[in-house]
């Protein structure tokens, strides 16, 4: 079996683009982009991953001789990659920072461990969050929308995209607005909660100023923002729906 040189040129260089992207998606991405998967698991599932996403894909710029221009298209491949791994961060932090707004409210600000996935400290309540989000978004397929919406953009923008990268970088960066706001949507049935019940307590410590606010207001605030929290948690999957429809959306307009 004869292949020609000019079609093996092709394959390659087409692979290797979309090696590029999917592989700058998979450096960043949560789940797979964090610390606890190695670098070497992430080469190989960036490769196999191309290999089944290539066919898909329409004809790329061979790799005969090496300038410039794919040079840059080299670069803007992985930004592209590394710009959707990066908002599917922001819209996981989005939680995050949702549980930081709860756990300073309800006392528990100082109570923080080590996140395994990014390596910083982070609150409990923020913990439980983020791991809460990812099982979620894992369950409801979250992962193959996004390679789904990966392959999509192949097939509008096989080698660049619309309005270039200095349009997607100020969208990628206007998302911050979008993320706190949606951060404060979650949490504000349960810091408003919360705060009735702070001032709860500052009636009673007008009523009764022998009784010891600080002794006895902390257990009952945290034991409040626990039954709080387990309430509003009947209202977290129409909140995560929601949030989530509107990121895919916006992924799809650009990626």
Known sequence: ????????????????????????????????????VSPRIRIALTFATALAVSPLVPPMPALLDIDFSLALLAITQV??????????????????????????????GFASMVDPTNGVSVTVLSQF???????TFVAMNGHLVLLEVL????????????GGVAQLSWQIASLGSWMFGGAVLIAMPAVASLLVVNLAFGVMTRA???????????????????????VALYGFTPQFEGLSQWYFEWTRRWS
Request: aromatic letters at 14%; charged letters at 5%; proline letters at 5%.
């Open 129 to 135: 969050f983020l791991m809460m989000v990812s099982l």
């Open 208 to 230: 009764a100023p022998q009784l010891n606010i600080f002794s006895l207001g902390f257990p009952l605030t945290l034991l409040f923002g626990l039954l709080i929290i387990w």
């Open 79 to 108: 930004f592209i990659g590394v710009g959707l791994g990066f908002t599917t961060i922001v819209f996981f932090q989005l939680f995050t920072v949702a549980g930081q707004f709860i756990a300073m409210q309800m006392g528990l």
């Open 151 to 162: 392959i999509e953009g192949f097939l509008r923008a096989p080698t660049a995209i619309d």
């Open 1 to 36: 079996m004869v292949v020609p040189l000019d079609l093996l040129i092709n394959e390659v260089s087409r692979t290797f683009w979309v090696m590029l992207r999917i592989g700058g998606f998979f450096m960043v991405v949560p789940v797979i982009g964090s610390q606890m």
